[in-house]
C-alpha cells in the first residue's frame, strides 16, 4: 500500500529521525489550532479542519440542498421505520483521526448510535456518508475526504452530482474503496442500511421522491 512504502522510504533516509522530529513538531502545533477550532466555531457555521486548516463552506445553490433534502428525508423515514440507527445532515462533525468533517449525509448503526446524547456536539466516524458535489468541495470529496473515509473503513460512501444528476456508490472492499455502481438511471441499493434501495431519479425528482417516501410511510 501507498502509506507503508511511504514509510520504507523515510525509514531509508539518513535523517529519518530528524524528520520525524519536525513532522512530530507541526502535528503538535496543528493539535492546538484543532483544539481553537472546537472552541471557536458555533452552530451557525458549516466549518471543516482539513489537515491543518480551517474550511468554512459557503452557501450552497438550490439543486446542492433540494438533493440533500431528497435523499435526506427517505433515508431518515426509513431508518426509523426499521429502528436501524441515526440519519444526519449538514452540519453533524466527524472526528477523525486527524481531520474533523461534516458531511451532507451521515449514517450511524444502532451499535454507534446507542450512546449518542441529545446535547452531543462531535460524532464518531459514520458507518456510511454522503457528500452532495460542488465546484468548492469537489476536490476535497474526491480526494482527502475519499482518502480519509477510505482508511477509517466507512463502508459505504455515494458521491452525488447535482448538477449532471448522477450517483457513484463506492462499496469498502479489502481495505479500498471499489466503485460499485455510477449511474443517473436505475436503483442504488446500499450494503450497509439493509434493505434500503431506492430509484436514482429519486434524488432529484421532487415528485418522484414523494411516492417514494409515501410507499416507505406504508
Given at each position: 500500500m501507498f502509506h507503508e512504502n511511504l514509510l520504507?522510504?523515510?525509514?531509508d533516509l539518513p535523517d529519518a529521525a530528524i524528520l520525524m522530529q519536525e513532522v512530530n513538531t507541526r502535528?503538535?502545533?496543528?493539535?492546538?489550532?484543532?483544539e481553537k477550532f472546537y472552541n471557536d466555531i458555533d452552530e451557525s457555521m458549516k466549518a471543516e479542519f482539513i489537515n491543518g486548516e480551517i474550511i468554512v463552506h459557503s452557501p450552497v445553490m438550490k439543486r446542492h440542498n433540494t438533493a440533500t433534502g431528497l435523499l435526506y428525508q427517505l433515508l431518515n423515514i426509513y431508518?426509523?421505520?426499521h429502528s436501524l440507527g441515526f440519519v444526519g445532515f449538514e452540519k453533524i462533525m466527524t472526528v477523525f483521526s486527524r481531520n474533523d468533517y461534516?458531511?451532507?449525509?451521515?449514517?450511524?448503526?444502532n451499535e454507534k448510535a446507542k450512546d449518542f446524547k441529545e446535547v452531543q456536539t462531535l460524532f464518531p466516524v459514520p458507518d456510511f456518508i454522503v457528500e452532495i458535489l460542488s465546484k468548492s468541495t469537489a476536490k476535497n470529496d474526491r480526494g482527502v475526504k475519499f482518502d480519509d473515509y477510505e482508511t477509517h473503513k466507512v463502508a459505504e460512501y455515494w458521491i452525488i452530482d447535482p448538477d449532471?444528476?448522477?450517483?457513484?456508490?463506492?462499496?469498502?472492499q479489502e481495505k479500498r474503496y471499489e466503485l460499485n455502481l455510477k449511474s443517473s438511471n436505475g436503483t442504488v441499493k446500499s450494503k450497509v442500511i439493509e434493505g434500503f434501495e431506492i430509484p436514482i431519479?429519486?434524488?432529484f425528482d421532487e415528485k418522484l421522491n414523494f411516492e417514494i417516501l409515501q410507499s416507505l410511510l406504508k
Open positions: 520504507e522510504q523515510i525509514l502535528l503538535n502545533e496543528e493539535r492546538l489550532r484543532r431508518c426509523y421505520k461534516e458531511p451532507d449525509i451521515v449514517f450511524f448503526g449532471n444528476e448522477v450517483v457513484e456508490q463506492y462499496l469498502l431519479r429519486a434524488i
